[in-house]
Protein backbone atom coordinates (compact mmCIF):
# COMPACT_ATOMS: atom_id res chain seq x y z
CA UNK A 1 0.00 0.00 0.00
CA UNK A 2 1.32 3.73 -0.42
CA UNK A 3 1.23 6.06 2.02
CA UNK A 4 1.04 8.92 -1.01
CA UNK A 5 -2.54 7.17 -2.40
CA UNK A 6 -3.79 6.87 0.77
CA UNK A 7 -3.09 10.31 1.67
CA UNK A 8 -4.85 11.55 -1.45
CA UNK A 9 -7.58 9.18 -1.87
CA UNK A 10 -8.16 8.62 1.87
CA UNK A 11 -9.69 4.95 2.43
CA UNK A 12 -12.43 3.48 0.69
CA UNK A 13 -15.93 2.55 2.07
CA UNK A 14 -18.44 4.98 4.24
CA UNK A 15 -16.75 6.48 6.91
CA UNK A 16 -17.88 9.05 10.03
CA UNK A 17 -17.17 13.05 9.94
CA UNK A 18 -15.37 14.28 12.05
CA UNK A 19 -17.61 15.43 14.31
CA UNK A 20 -19.08 11.73 14.63
CA UNK A 21 -15.53 10.58 15.20
CA UNK A 22 -14.86 12.74 18.12
CA UNK A 23 -18.47 11.70 19.71
CA UNK A 24 -17.31 7.76 19.05
CA UNK A 25 -13.65 8.59 20.02
CA UNK A 26 -13.79 7.43 24.24
CA UNK A 27 -16.17 4.53 23.43
CA UNK A 28 -14.00 3.02 20.66
CA UNK A 29 -10.89 3.33 22.36
CA UNK A 30 -12.17 1.67 25.53
CA UNK A 31 -13.39 -1.11 23.50
CA UNK A 32 -9.63 -1.14 21.57
CA UNK A 33 -7.92 -1.42 25.05
CA UNK A 34 -10.66 -4.09 26.32
CA UNK A 35 -9.59 -6.33 23.30
CA UNK A 36 -13.37 -6.04 21.70
CA UNK A 37 -14.00 -5.49 18.03
CA UNK A 38 -14.01 -1.68 18.09
CA UNK A 39 -14.21 -1.26 14.30
CA UNK A 40 -17.92 -3.99 14.21
CA UNK A 41 -18.99 -1.34 16.99
CA UNK A 42 -18.21 1.88 15.59
CA UNK A 43 -18.59 0.89 11.60
CA UNK A 44 -16.85 3.73 9.69
CA UNK A 45 -14.81 4.96 12.60
CA UNK A 46 -11.58 2.86 11.07
CA UNK A 47 -11.97 4.50 7.52
CA UNK A 48 -12.12 7.68 8.86
CA UNK A 49 -8.89 7.72 10.95
CA UNK A 50 -7.20 6.63 7.98
CA UNK A 51 -8.76 9.65 6.03
CA UNK A 52 -8.20 12.35 8.47
CA UNK A 53 -4.47 13.05 9.59
CA UNK A 54 -6.10 15.36 12.58
CA UNK A 55 -8.35 12.60 14.28
CA UNK A 56 -6.28 10.01 13.04
CA UNK A 57 -3.35 11.73 16.11
CA UNK A 58 -5.90 12.52 18.57
CA UNK A 59 -6.86 8.95 18.32
CA UNK A 60 -3.20 7.55 18.20
CA UNK A 61 -3.08 9.78 21.64
CA UNK A 62 -5.87 8.64 23.64
CA UNK A 63 -5.24 4.78 23.16
CA UNK A 64 -1.86 5.42 24.19
CA UNK A 65 -2.43 7.50 27.26
CA UNK A 66 -5.47 5.22 27.88
CA UNK A 67 -4.12 1.66 27.66
CA UNK A 68 -0.92 3.71 29.32
CA UNK A 69 -2.80 3.87 32.57
CA UNK A 70 -4.33 0.34 31.99
CA UNK A 71 -1.26 -1.40 32.20
CA UNK A 72 0.20 1.28 35.05
CA UNK A 73 2.97 2.97 32.78
CA UNK B 1 -29.94 13.68 51.74
CA UNK B 2 -29.68 14.88 48.10
CA UNK B 3 -32.14 16.39 46.45
CA UNK B 4 -34.23 14.68 43.88
CA UNK B 5 -33.83 15.69 40.25
CA UNK B 6 -35.90 17.70 38.56
CA UNK B 7 -39.12 16.92 37.26
CA UNK B 8 -38.02 18.54 34.05
CA UNK B 9 -35.56 15.64 33.27
CA UNK B 10 -33.79 15.79 29.57
CA UNK B 11 -36.24 13.39 27.69
CA UNK B 12 -33.57 11.21 26.42
CA UNK B 13 -32.21 10.10 29.21
CA UNK B 14 -29.26 7.48 28.51
CA UNK B 15 -30.20 3.95 29.54
CA UNK B 16 -26.26 3.02 30.25
CA UNK B 17 -25.69 2.71 33.92
CA UNK B 18 -22.41 4.66 35.23
CA UNK B 19 -19.56 2.83 36.71
CA UNK B 20 -19.08 4.09 40.39
CA UNK B 21 -15.83 6.88 39.26
CA UNK B 22 -17.73 7.98 36.66
CA UNK B 23 -21.10 8.65 39.02
CA UNK B 24 -18.37 10.01 41.31
CA UNK B 25 -17.59 12.46 38.83
CA UNK B 26 -21.11 13.54 37.50
CA UNK B 27 -22.69 13.38 41.18
CA UNK B 28 -19.41 15.65 42.31
CA UNK B 29 -19.60 18.18 39.58
CA UNK B 30 -23.28 18.66 39.88
CA UNK B 31 -22.88 19.70 43.46
CA UNK B 32 -22.56 22.62 45.27
CA UNK B 33 -20.31 24.81 47.02
CA UNK B 34 -16.93 23.82 47.95
CA UNK B 35 -17.78 19.61 47.04
CA UNK B 36 -18.05 21.55 43.42
CA UNK B 37 -14.99 23.29 43.67
CA UNK B 38 -12.66 20.41 44.84
CA UNK B 39 -14.20 18.25 41.84
CA UNK B 40 -13.36 21.10 39.55
CA UNK B 41 -9.66 21.32 40.66
CA UNK B 42 -9.48 17.75 40.42
CA UNK B 43 -11.14 17.67 36.42
CA UNK B 44 -8.46 20.17 35.88
CA UNK B 45 -5.55 18.24 36.88
CA UNK B 46 -7.19 15.28 35.34
CA UNK B 47 -7.20 17.34 31.89
CA UNK B 48 -3.62 19.26 32.52
CA UNK B 49 -2.64 15.67 32.70
CA UNK B 50 -3.61 14.38 28.91
CA UNK B 51 -2.63 17.68 27.52
CA UNK B 52 0.81 17.82 29.23
CA UNK B 53 1.01 13.62 28.01
CA UNK B 54 -0.05 14.82 24.24
CA UNK B 55 3.03 17.98 24.61
CA UNK B 56 4.85 15.24 25.43
CA UNK B 57 4.41 13.06 22.56
CA UNK B 58 4.83 15.94 20.04
CA UNK B 59 7.95 17.60 22.20
CA UNK B 60 10.44 16.07 19.39
CA UNK B 61 8.24 17.67 16.31
CA UNK B 62 8.55 20.98 17.80
CA UNK B 63 12.37 21.30 18.78
CA UNK B 64 11.78 25.49 18.54
CA UNK B 65 9.63 25.39 21.08
CA UNK B 66 11.00 26.30 24.58
CA UNK B 67 9.86 24.28 27.95
CA UNK B 68 8.01 26.76 29.74
CA UNK B 69 6.22 27.93 26.28
CA UNK B 70 5.20 24.17 26.04
CA UNK B 71 3.80 24.50 29.62
CA UNK B 72 1.60 27.23 28.98
CA UNK B 73 0.25 25.79 25.74
CA UNK B 74 -0.32 22.75 28.27
CA UNK B 75 -1.91 24.82 31.02
CA UNK B 76 -4.60 26.55 28.45
CA UNK B 77 -5.44 23.87 27.12
CA UNK B 78 -6.14 22.56 29.76
CA UNK B 79 -8.51 25.74 30.76
CA UNK B 80 -10.33 25.64 27.55
CA UNK B 81 -11.26 21.28 27.61
CA UNK B 82 -12.12 22.19 31.32
CA UNK B 83 -14.63 24.95 29.99
CA UNK B 84 -15.88 22.48 27.04
CA UNK B 85 -16.18 19.28 29.25
CA UNK B 86 -18.37 21.39 32.33
CA UNK B 87 -20.67 22.70 29.35
CA UNK B 88 -21.19 19.18 27.70
CA UNK B 89 -21.48 17.27 30.68
CA UNK B 90 -25.02 16.46 29.62
CA UNK B 91 -23.87 14.82 27.06
CA UNK B 92 -21.63 12.28 28.62
CA UNK B 93 -23.62 9.20 28.39
CA UNK B 94 -21.32 6.87 30.02
CA UNK B 95 -20.55 4.51 27.33
CA UNK B 96 -17.24 5.20 27.93
CA UNK B 97 -15.20 6.23 31.80
CA UNK B 98 -15.89 9.63 32.28
CA UNK B 99 -11.66 10.07 32.48
CA UNK B 100 -11.48 8.93 29.01
CA UNK B 101 -14.49 11.01 27.59
CA UNK B 102 -12.45 14.13 29.67
CA UNK B 103 -9.45 13.05 27.93
CA UNK B 104 -10.18 13.85 24.65
CA UNK B 105 -11.33 17.15 24.80
CA UNK B 106 -7.46 17.59 26.68
CA UNK B 107 -6.04 16.13 23.91
CA UNK B 108 -7.74 17.85 21.24
CA UNK B 109 -7.03 20.78 22.47
CA UNK B 110 -3.46 20.56 23.32
CA UNK B 111 -3.13 18.92 19.30
CA UNK B 112 -5.14 22.25 17.72
CA UNK B 113 -2.52 24.55 19.78
CA UNK B 114 0.55 22.73 18.83
CA UNK B 115 -0.35 22.38 15.32
CA UNK B 116 -1.19 25.81 14.93
CA UNK B 117 1.68 26.94 17.24
CA UNK B 118 4.17 24.95 14.88
CA UNK B 119 2.78 26.52 11.66
CA UNK B 120 2.44 30.33 13.10
CA UNK B 121 4.11 32.91 10.61
CA UNK B 122 4.78 30.33 7.73
CA UNK B 123 2.98 30.51 4.71
CA UNK B 124 0.40 27.78 3.68
CA UNK B 125 1.37 25.93 0.59
CA UNK B 126 -2.21 25.85 -1.39
CA UNK B 127 -0.21 25.38 -4.80
CA UNK B 128 0.91 21.25 -5.52
CA UNK B 129 4.13 22.56 -5.13
CA UNK B 130 5.16 18.92 -4.15
CA UNK B 131 3.80 16.82 -7.22
CA UNK B 132 7.24 15.89 -8.54
CA UNK B 133 9.22 15.26 -5.59
CA UNK B 134 6.22 13.36 -4.60
CA UNK B 135 5.91 11.05 -7.97
CA UNK B 136 8.94 10.62 -7.76
CA UNK B 137 9.87 8.49 -4.94
CA UNK B 138 9.27 4.51 -5.00
CA UNK B 139 9.95 1.14 -3.76
CA UNK B 140 10.10 -1.43 -6.61
CA UNK B 141 10.38 -0.63 -10.40
CA UNK B 142 7.14 -2.53 -11.22
CA UNK B 143 5.32 -0.41 -8.37
CA UNK B 144 6.77 2.33 -9.66
CA UNK B 145 5.28 2.56 -13.28
CA UNK B 146 2.25 1.59 -12.10
CA UNK B 147 2.17 4.64 -9.01
CA UNK B 148 3.58 6.66 -11.51
CA UNK B 149 0.57 6.13 -13.72
CA UNK B 150 -1.92 6.51 -10.76
CA UNK B 151 -0.14 9.54 -9.12
CA UNK B 152 -0.34 11.06 -12.91
CA UNK B 153 -3.83 10.45 -13.76
CA UNK B 154 -4.31 11.80 -9.56
CA UNK B 155 -2.60 15.12 -11.32
CA UNK B 156 -4.69 15.51 -13.56
CA UNK B 157 -7.62 14.96 -12.19
CA UNK B 158 -7.02 17.43 -9.50
CA UNK B 159 -6.96 20.03 -12.52
CA UNK B 160 -9.64 18.66 -14.28
CA UNK B 161 -12.50 17.14 -11.68
CA UNK B 162 -12.20 18.95 -8.93
CA UNK B 163 -13.47 22.53 -8.05
CA UNK B 164 -11.08 25.68 -7.53
CA UNK B 165 -11.83 24.64 -3.61
CA UNK B 166 -11.70 20.98 -3.51
CA UNK B 167 -8.22 21.47 -5.26
CA UNK B 168 -7.07 23.87 -2.56
CA UNK B 169 -8.03 21.79 -0.13
CA UNK B 170 -7.03 18.41 -1.30
CA UNK B 171 -3.13 20.27 -2.07
CA UNK B 172 -2.88 21.48 1.07
CA UNK B 173 -3.81 18.76 3.80
CA UNK B 174 -3.09 15.56 1.35
CA UNK B 175 0.27 16.48 -0.50
CA UNK B 176 1.83 19.42 1.04
CA UNK B 177 0.67 17.80 4.89
CA UNK B 178 -0.62 21.53 5.98
CA UNK B 179 -2.80 19.90 9.41
CA UNK B 180 -6.46 20.43 8.53
CA UNK B 181 -6.91 22.82 11.66
CA UNK B 182 -4.28 25.39 10.49
CA UNK B 183 -6.09 25.25 7.25
CA UNK B 184 -9.32 25.74 8.44
CA UNK B 185 -8.28 28.50 10.72
CA UNK B 186 -6.26 30.66 7.79
CA UNK B 187 -9.17 30.04 5.66
CA UNK B 188 -12.21 31.14 8.22
CA UNK B 189 -13.85 27.32 7.98
CA UNK B 190 -13.80 24.30 10.70
CA UNK B 191 -12.35 20.72 10.59
CA UNK B 192 -15.35 19.44 10.05
CA UNK B 193 -16.38 21.36 7.30
CA UNK B 194 -12.92 21.43 5.62
CA UNK B 195 -12.76 17.60 6.13
CA UNK B 196 -16.27 16.99 4.04
CA UNK B 197 -14.79 19.13 1.38
CA UNK B 198 -11.48 16.90 1.04
CA UNK B 199 -13.56 13.30 1.57
CA UNK B 200 -15.92 15.03 -1.65
CA UNK B 201 -12.61 15.69 -3.20
CA UNK B 202 -11.66 12.32 -2.84
CA UNK B 203 -15.04 10.64 -4.14
CA UNK B 204 -15.03 12.93 -7.05
CA UNK B 205 -10.94 11.18 -7.95
CA UNK B 206 -12.26 7.88 -7.14
CA UNK B 207 -14.61 8.45 -9.24
CA UNK B 208 -12.58 9.40 -11.70
CA UNK B 209 -10.06 6.88 -11.78
CA UNK B 210 -12.48 3.76 -11.51
CA UNK B 211 -14.48 5.28 -14.74
CA UNK B 212 -10.66 5.06 -16.33
CA UNK B 213 -10.50 1.32 -15.08
CA UNK B 214 -7.31 2.19 -13.00
CA UNK B 215 -7.79 -0.01 -9.86
CA UNK B 216 -7.00 1.68 -6.29
CA UNK B 217 -4.90 -0.88 -4.56
CA UNK B 218 -6.04 0.37 -1.09
CA UNK B 219 -7.25 -1.86 1.38
CA UNK B 220 -10.90 -1.94 2.51
CA UNK B 221 -11.92 0.23 5.73
CA UNK B 222 -11.07 -2.85 7.58
CA UNK B 223 -8.36 -3.54 10.83
CA UNK B 224 -5.33 -2.81 9.38
CA UNK B 225 -2.37 -5.25 11.24
CA UNK B 226 1.15 -4.92 11.62
ZN1 LIG C 1 -11.61 13.95 11.27
Known amino acids: MDERLRRLLGASGPELTCEECFAELDRYVELEVSGTDADAAVPGMRGHLEGCPACGEEHESLLALVAGEETGT | ?57 RRPTLPHLRGNELDDIALEAADDALVSVLARLEDFEGRSRFSTWAYKFALLEAAVKLRKRSWQGREIP ?10 DRGSSPEDD ?8 EIREATESVLTPHQRRVLVAIALNGVPIDVLAERLGSTRGALYKTLHDARQKLRAHLAARGLAIDLPEGGKRHG
Do not use: K
Not at chain 2, 35 to 54: G, M, P, Q, S, V
Open chain 2, 1 to 57: MRTPAPATVAPVAPAVSLDLESRAWIEALGDQGAARDDAIARLHALLLRAARFEVGR
Open chain 2, 126 to 135: LEPESWSLFA
Open chain 2, 145 to 152: AEQSELLR
